[in-house]
């Protein structure tokens, strides 16, 4: 059970945020950003290839290099 909580993924924004470089990265980043403060759900991303081909690993190479951050929402 989550409680009624949603998670979902916006672009990190911070100073530290990273700097994406190569065009794939920068093609995930800039379509997480055009979902705003809504951000993009794991279904989202699951069902969208064209950027996330294997979710896992992309969204946790995203995280550890500050391109992106979790939003929990209720």
Known sequence: MNGGLTIKFIAYLAQDAGRPTAQHNLSRVDWIKESGKEGRSLKEIFAHPKHYKNPQADL????QKKYIKIKVQK
């Open 60 to 63: 946790n190479y995203d995280l």
